[in-house]
């Protein structure tokens, strides 16, 4: 049986991974201004108390505009924490660079593309691909992980 370490984990794949990492959160942060954008440019709030400093606000939760973005960030919030604490464990399988780069680059890039197809830009089939495609990294990395340490 392996047992989990860290040091198994090359340093070029913590740069990658602290990198792009990163640029998921700072991705992560910016759905949250988008939501809070939606919210101030319509005047419609979901609490009463944050309606006070909006001059002719509304109380609702019903907006689809605020919706879908309140619904792409709560499927961030479903697979972005999932993928970092799997990806971290997979690091210290020992995995090919090559492979652990272009998989770290795809799964943030395919969640911007997720997030721009749902909120931003609505567009199927590139939600669905995107979505598909950070799932699919996840299992590949969840697995592979699970058998490594069997």
Request: without cysteine; hydrophobic residues 50%; positive net charge.
């Amino acid at each position: 049986m392996s047992t989990l370490n860290t040091s198994l984990i090359q340093p070029d794949l913590i740069k990658t991974f602290a990198f792009w990492g990163s640029i998921l959160a700072l991705k992560l942060v910016a759905v949250v201004g988008l939501t809070a954008r939606y919210r101030i440019k319509k005047r419609i709030f979901i609490n009463p108390d944050d309606a006070v400093f909006v001059k002719g606000a509304k109380i609702a939760n019903n907006d689809p505009d605020i919706e879908r973005v309140r619904r792409a960030h709560l499927n961030d919030l479903e697979n972005i924490p999932l993928w970092f604490f799997v990806t971290f464990l997979w690091l210290t399988t020992g995995p090919a660079v090559w492979l652990a780069t272009i998989l770290i680059r795809t799964f943030v890039l395919a969640r911007i593309v997720h997030t721009l197809a749902y909120a931003v830009y609505p567009a199927q089939p590139y939600r669905a691909l995107s979505f598909f495609v950070g799932m699919s990294i996840t299992t590949f990395q969840t697995i592979s992980t699970l058998l490594y340490y069997i």
